[in-house]
């Protein structure tokens, strides 16, 4: 699981995806979402377009989140890497 950022509820209950989920699930105005209850978290997933039964926009995204995982895990091992008298990190 990775961090991406936060948003707030405003007074009507609603609450606005930030740009970087925006971006990772190539979302666009008209774009639906479903949410899920999951283990006592939310998961929320773009309803996605399928063709002839295939869902290729689905693996797509997959493949951007787990590049972005790759990404921040990354940079937080070379964060982490060059801190003063660390030599070494473990990865959890």
Known sequence: MIYLGK????????ISLIKEVADLFDMEEGDSVYF???DGKISINK??????G????GEEIEAR???K??????????RLANRDGMEEYESP
């Open 65 to 67: 989140i787990r590049e």
């Open 36 to 38: 899920y209850a999951v």
């Open 7 to 14: 948003s707030k509820m405003d007074k009507t209950k609603r």
């Open 69 to 78: 995982e790759e990404e921040l895990m990354d940079a937080d091992y070379e």
């Open 47 to 52: 309803a996605t377009k399928k063709f002839g």
């Open 54 to 57: 295939f869902d290729s926009e």
